[in-house]
């Protein structure tokens, strides 16, 4: 199994054939968006992984920011 760390302490597992497990995080607890934001969150970087977008790339990581900061700045 491979965890995947990304930005805002979201945690992506997988297993070895890249199907997904689970991903955690604390988007709401951390006061960084609302506990809706933060399930349509998770389910877009799953539906993500799940096609085949690679993750772990830095840009991917920027994206996260981007949207945290929009969320931040709405």
Do not use: R
Not at 14 to 28: A, E, G, H, Q, R
Not at 33 to 57: M, N, P, R, W, Y
């Amino acid at each position: 199994m491979t965890t995947i760390n990304l930005p805002f302490n979201i945690k992506v597992e997988l297993f070895d054939d890249n199907s997904i497990t689970s991903i955690t995080s604390n988007l709401y607890k951390d006061g960084h968006c609302t506990k809706k934001e933060q399930d349509v969150i998770e389910c877009f970087i799953l539906a993500q992984a799940a096609s085949g977008i690679d993750i772990e790339h830095p840009d991917y990581s920027t994206s996260i920011v981007t949207v945290m900061e929009t969320l931040a700045n709405q």
